[in-house]
C-alpha cells in the first residue's frame, strides 16, 4: 500500500520558516519524481517546487528564492525547506509522486502565515 505522510505544518509570523516533510512508502522512492503542491482556500491546486529522481529541481516563481526541495533516498523523504513566508504562501500544502502513470498524493499539512 502506497503511503505518503507529510508532516511540519503550522502556524508560522510572516517572516518565518518552516520545514514540510513526506516520508514515502510502498514505492520504490528513488525512481519517482517528487513534488509539492499547495491549495489555498477557493482556489486551484498549484505546483510549488518539484525534484526529478535525478536530483533537478523546479520552482513555482512565487517561491524561487525562498523555498528549497530536496530528497533523501535512503529514507525515502523528500523536504520542503520554506523561508521568508508570507501570508499568501498560507495553504495546505500536499506531497505528490510522479511515475509514468502512476500518481500519489499525500493528505496534506497545513500551513498558516499570520501575526
Known amino acids: 500500500q502506497v503511503q505518503l505522510v507529510e508532516s511540519g505544518g503550522g502556524l508560522v509570523q510572516p517572516g518565518g520558516s518552516l520545514r514540510l516533510s513526506c516520508a514515502a512508502s510502498?514505492?520504490?522512492?528513488?525512481?519517482?519524481?517528487m513534488g509539492w503542491y499547495r491549495q489555498a482556500p477557493g482556489k486551484q491546486r498549484e505546483l510549488v517546487a518539484s525534484?526529478?529522481?535525478?536530483?533537478?529541481?523546479n520552482y513555482a516563481d512565487s517561491v524561487k528564492g525562498r523555498f528549497t526541495i530536496s530528497r533523501d533516498n535512503v529514507k525515502n523523504t523528500v523536504y520542503l525547506q520554506m523561508n521568508g513566508l508570507k501570508p499568501e504562501d498560507a495553504a495546505e500544502y500536499y506531497c505528490?509522486?510522479?511515475?509514468?502513470?502512476?500518481?500519489?498524493w499525500g493528505q496534506g499539512t497545513q500551513v498558516t502565515v499570520s501575526s
Open positions: 525534484i526529478s529522481r535525478g536530483g533537478s529541481t
Open positions: 505528490n509522486a510522479h511515475y509514468v502513470s502512476r500518481n500519489y
Open positions: 510502498g514505492i520504490v522512492f528513488n525512481i519517482y519524481d
